[in-house]
Structure formats: C-alpha cells, structure tokens
C-alpha cells in the first residue's frame, strides 16, 4: 500500500505570470534591451509551494486560474486543485537592475461561486494536511473575509495555518483565533491603523486570540509577537539581489516548522529568516539557495525585542 504523507496546502486566489526583466539600468524616457527573461507561473502562494517543495514537503497548491495557467504548473510538475474561474491571469513584472522595480497587474474577476468551490476543495484537502498559507492579494470583487474563512477552516481541523495578505482582509483574518499572520513592516502598520506603533497594535491582537504576528522588515529581519514575549531575529550578512519572494520564502519556512510540530520560536525565526536570506540570491522567486540557507542559519541571531524598531 502506498502511504500518503500529510501535505502542506497554500492558497493563491490571486495568481500571475511572475516575469523578470534583467537590464544593466534603466532611465526613464530611453530604450532598453533586456538581456535575460524569465516567466513562469506564479503568485504568493505558489512561490510559497515552490520553495516548499525545494525544502522537501510534499505540497499542493490551491487557488484560482484559467486553463492555460493549469496547463503551465503541469509543466512545471507543481501539484495542484485550481478552481478554473479567472477569465485571465495577470502578470507581474519585476525589473532587475541596480535594484528590483515591481509593476504588479491586478486580478480578474472571479466567475460566479468560485470562492464557494475553493472552500469546498479546501476543507477536503485539510483531513490530509498538516499545514496551510493562505498568500497575496485577492481577484476583483472576491469578498475580503474569503482568507479569514479559510484559516478558519484550518483552525477547525486542527491544522496550523499561516496568513499572509494585506489590507481589509488582513484585518478580517486577525480575527481568527489561532492564526499566525505573517505582514510585512508596512501591513502591521495598517494593523495597528497607520500608527508607528505597529508592536502596540500586535500585542492586541496576540492578546485576543491570534497565535503570533510575525512581521517581515527586509534587511532588519523579522519581529515574532507572541502571547508571553516579542523576538527580533537578524541576519548578520546583507546580500545582494532580488527581493521578490522572500516574504514567500519566509512563510513556507515558518509553515514547515509548525507543521513539524516545532514550537521553539527562536529556531522557527532563525529559519525563515536564513530561508528568506536565501531567496534573495536566487535568479527568481519561488527558489532559495540552498546552500546559502544552510551557511546563514549560524549567522542569524534572535534576541528579545523590547520595544519597536526604528521605522
């Protein structure tokens, strides 16, 4: 008989083409020959299994698509339950020069009881899952709750899960008890209602039921608020490359570890930060360097944070 490993599931009701243009430079009003393009199927939560996938988790994605992006993670080998309901996928485009500029298209909208499909899929999928992200933004006219209800669902089942979004359904998804949100610095200041004081704002909702808020800040590494204390984790190298992705390396580093059953936070941290280090480096997003994981994780230190950083 074959046996079936518990599978971690990532959701991406917005998902894109992610396409990189590397140029020397750009200088607006010139023309540019780009030297190298990469496309590929794509969006948060891909990413996000993606580098599950290079970490050795069996991982299914979920979301919403067309049939062309279908066919285009069948060719990429990426397992995969899309709920075929977007009339087109957009593209993102990111271009790598002196440093990485971001042109991201929006969604479509949604074919009528999509979002009732994915939820469907989704709660079958969770009696065989030991983890769920729930990444990036939403299609046109998808109701804001729709991350919320599924970390519910996952909440429900016993599963962890880790959210990852922005905006109005950030804040209806820190209304689960139990979730772990994974903003960056400037989704916890809308948390904390465009207020500096994003650590305050946290500490509430820790307070009222979620299990952790683990802020990601770039170069300055993550803040993790928990119920009984806040760490800071930093990584004593600064690298060069393209920033697109990392956040997504980050959470399937955390959602990895808490599917493990792992509960040390300090090595949580050290992980997701050493994992997002890595995708930094790597040509495109949804990839880590392994071996640069690997050398970072001694180099990532993790200390209590007292009070909220700078910026």
């Known amino acids: 008989m074959v046996e079936h490993r518990p599978m971690i599931l990532t959701v991406t009701p917005n998902p894109a083409y992610d396409v990189t243009y590397a140029v020397p430079r750009v200088t607006l009003g010139d023309v540019h020959r ?4 990469r496309e590929r199927a794509g969006g948060k939560g891909i990413n996000v299994g993606r580098v599950l996938d290079q970490l050795g988790e069996p991982v299914c994605v979920l979301g919403f698509g ?10 990429d080998g990426i397992a995969h339950d899309l709920v075929e309901a977007l009339p087109h996928v957009r593209r993102t485009l990111v271009v790598h ?3 990485a500029t971001s042109f991201w298209e929006p969604g479509a909208t949604l074919s009528d009881g999509a979002e009732a499909e994915l939820m469907r899929r989704t709660e079958s999928r969770l009696a065989n899952a030991h983890g769920l992200v729930v990444s990036g933004s939403l299609p046109r006219g998808t109701d804001p709750r729709l991350p919320a209800r599924l970390a519910q669902l996952a909440i429900d089942a016993g599963v962890p899960v880790v959210v990852d979004c922005d905006g109005e359904p950030l804040r209806r998804a820190a209304k689960v008890p139990g979730v772990v949100l994974m903003p960056n610095a400037d989704e916890a200041r809308v948390l904390a209602g465009g207020s500096d004081d994003w650590l305050s704002a946290c500490r509430s909702l820790v307070e009222s039921g979620v299990r952790a808020v683990v802020a990601t800040r770039g170069e300055d590494g993550m803040a993790a608020i928990l119920a009984d204390r806040c760490l800071q984790a930093v990584c004593g190298d600064r690298l060069e490359g393209n920033p697109t992705g ?3 390396a980050a959470a399937a580093a955390m959602i990895a570890g808490l599917a493990r059953g792992q509960l040390d936070w300090s090595t949580l941290l050290t992980d997701a930060v050493s994992t997002s280090a890595a995708a930094v480096v790597a040509p495109a997003a ?3 360097d392994l071996a640069t994981r690997d050398r970072l994780r001694a180099k990532v230190r993790v200390h209590p944070l ?3 950083p700078p910026g």
Do not use: I, N, P
Request: proline share 0%.
């Open 286 to 288: 949804g990839e880590v």
């Open 97 to 99: 020069a002196e440093q």
């Open 66 to 75: 067309d049939a062309a992006f279908t066919a285009a993670l069948d060719r």
């Open 34 to 37: 780009v030297a190298e393009v």
């Open 306 to 308: 007292e009070k909220g």
């Open 246 to 248: 990392a956040g997504d």
